[in-house]
């Protein structure tokens, strides 16, 4: 198995350099099993929604499902992912101040996370703290 960083899988998903779209594809399609770290999926979709490319939630949405059918792409925790994943979708705008906001993929997987860690060391969750009033619409998200 090989793990890629997000400026590879970003020329994968883009295609927006020939050359290094190109590497891209033929790494991806010569390896049998590649992972998909957290970091690397988080960094991804903030930079897919950020000021350049401007992607929707909709379309981020989407990429994440095209990366699970891609048969040799595993992620770090698929089952924790496809959780996050289905929250993200659940998500709804908000009026923060004078603005609308949702919540970040990022956010819902450092909950999952947190869950997920205690859970295995036997600890009780008590929730994840955050000052972000969109990510608190998330159950488990809580003002400090």
Known sequence: MISIDTNVLLRYLLQDDKE?????????????????????????????????????????????????????LIFENGQLVWRVLNTYRSTQLIKVGTKKKDADFADILVLEKSRFICSKKGLSFEGLYSFDIAAQQVDGIISP
């Open 20 to 72: 290094q779209g190109t590497l891209a594809n033929e790494l991806i399609a010569k390896s049998d099993k590649i992972l998909i770290t957290d970091v690397v999926l988080t960094e991804t979709l903030w930079t897919l929604k950020g000021k350049k490319y401007k992607l929707s939630k909709e379309v981020l949405l989407s990429v994440i499902e095209q990366l699970f059918r891609e048969p040799n």
